[in-house]
């Protein structure tokens, strides 16, 4: 009996522990089970992204690189070209296979999309491609280069060759110096545009400055909107809040549109200022920057005014109060007190407008001048005017690399100010 009740007490240990190991496996067993019904979940979500939001956009990336039209038609002419280095003498070679590359181009049309490609990576290549296919000679000229330099003198010149040795490769760099206002020489060094011939900079900043400009009209008018609806009563709260959702109700060109109505010459504002005396002659409402900020923060000001409410509404009153009482005023209160609670809703408005700001093509396109657009137009230009994805898509890459620097330095500053609170 005893031996018994000594055996039984030495196994209890192992038991215990068989116990112990069998429900840390069942608990692994069921964390994998849990994580793959879940990932099987998120399958369709996954291959959305991937197939409608990600490889679209690797692919229109890649065509800022992608060099196929001018490797296809150059191929002659790039391989006379690989063993010259200005300043030395342009290679006959190079004329003779210039002449043979022109004269297999299929028709007008690709010779027109050819000259336009090479027009963005040198002014004037368009003219000079056109105007040398057209004037060929039918029969082979004793000499090439005395044939095509008769042509147009421009072929002596070695910046012209120079693009046609750096650009014409399966892959190239063009594009995207190009959209930089950057551009290669002959001898292959990566310099700067003339000052007239500098484009794409300049509009980056532009498209920065109107985003930026309409982010803190949006965070101006929005704040003070935001607090007003955590004080309201709920039915009050509603009403408003149905004219602050308003926009989203409508088309972005009806909304557009209605403001070309309400801001031109003869429209309803100028109107109501000369009735009261105000103005004697219409004021230039539109078409310029005033109609264009004007528009993109009726836009987009709901983007601000909603992460502002979310975070205003979550504030207890009683933070004011306890402010107050001791010995605070309402000045001191709302700095110390209120406004540091509502950075992040401050941040995560000034984020959402700018960033959906540096897309607009619509509205800039509509009620602002020539000095008004942004990059989206030119993107829109590339693609459906003159047929440059190339081009196109570096200046999308540019856009893409320029806002990830600056989303991520503006996250370091929103930190960097709560830390410093």
């Known amino acids: 009996m005893q031996s018994e009740i000594s055996s039984a007490a030495t196994g209890s240990p192992t038991l215990a522990m068989r116990s112990a190991e069998e429900v840390r496996k069942s608990v692994r067993r069921s964390r994998r089970l849990s994580t793959l019904r879940n990932s099987v979940m998120l399958l369709p979500l996954m291959a959305l992204l991937i197939f409608a939001f990600t490889v679209p956009i690797l692919l229109f990336m890649y065509r800022s690189i992608d060099n196929g039209l001018l490797h296809r038609t150059f191929p002659q002419t790039n391989a006379a070209l690989q063993s010259w280095t200005s300043p030395a003498a342009i290679p006959d070679a190079a004329y003779a296979a210039l002449a043979a590359d022109l004269k297999a181009i299929p028709g007008s049309n690709e010779l027109a999309v050819i000259a336009r490609s090479l027009n963005n990576f040198e002014e004037g290549f368009r003219s000079l491609l056109m105007?040398?296919?057209?004037?060929?000679?039918?029969?082979?000229?004793?000499?090439?280069?005395?044939?095509?330099?008769?042509?147009?003198?421009?072929?002596?010149?070695?910046?012209?060759?120079?693009?046609?040795?750096?650009?014409?490769?399966?892959?190239?760099?063009?594009?995207?110096?190009?959209?930089?206002?950057?551009?290669?020489?002959?001898?292959?060094?990566?310099?700067?545009q003339p000052p007239e011939q500098r484009l794409y900079i300049p509009l980056l900043l532009r498209t920065f400055e109107i985003s930026?400009?309409?982010?803190?009209?949006?965070?101006?008018?929005?704040?003070?909107?935001?607090?007003?609806?955590?004080?309201?009563?709920?039915?009050?709260?509603?009403?408003?809040?149905?004219?602050?959702?308003?926009?989203?109700?409508?088309?972005?060109?009806?909304?557009?549109?209605?403001?070309?109505?309400?801001?031109?010459?003869?429209?309803?504002?100028?109107?109501?200022?000369?009735?009261?005396?105000?103005?004697?002659?219409?004021?230039?409402?539109?078409?310029?920057?005033?109609?264009?900020?004007?528009?993109?923060?009726?836009?987009?000001?709901?983007y601000m005014i909603l992460p502002l409410y979310s975070v205003m509404k979550s504030i207890p009153e009683s933070h004011m109060r306890a402010a107050h009482s001791l010995g605070a005023?309402?000045?001191?209160?709302?700095?110390?007190?209120?406004l540091p609670q509502t950075m992040p809703g401050i941040g995560a408005g000034l984020m959402f407008v700018f960033i959906l700001a540096l897309g607009y093509y619509i509205t800039p396109a509509l009620v602002g001048g020539p000095r008004d657009q942004m990059i989206s137009y030119m993107i829109t230009y590339h693609v459906n005017e003159v047929v440059n994805w190339g081009m196109a898509s570096a200046l999308g890459l540019m856009l893409l690399i320029t806002t990830i620097i600056l989303l991520v330095i503006f996250s370091r500053l929103v930190k960097l100010s709560h830390f410093m609170r």
């Open 329 to 338: 005023n309402q000045r001191t209160a709302f700095l110390r007190v209120y």
């Open 131 to 192: 105007k040398t296919t057209n004037r060929l000679p039918k029969t082979e000229p004793p000499s090439w280069k005395e044939a095509l330099v008769e042509i147009d003198k421009r072929w002596l010149d070695p910046d012209r060759w120079a693009v046609l040795k750096f650009q014409t490769g399966a892959l190239t760099a063009g594009f995207v110096l190009a959209a930089g206002d950057l551009k290669q020489d002959s001898n292959g060094q990566i310099v700067r």
């Open 212 to 302: 930026l400009t309409v982010a803190v009209i949006c965070l101006l008018l929005g704040y003070p909107t935001a607090y007003v609806l955590t004080r309201l009563s709920p039915f009050m709260a509603g009403l408003l809040m149905i004219a602050v959702l308003l926009p989203f109700w409508t088309s972005l060109l009806v909304r557009t549109t209605s403001w070309i109505i309400i801001l031109q010459g003869n429209g309803p504002l100028n109107g109501l200022l000369q009735l009261a005396g105000i103005i004697q002659q219409p004021l230039e409402l539109i078409f310029n920057r005033f109609g264009t900020l004007l528009a993109m923060s009726h836009v987009l000001l709901p």
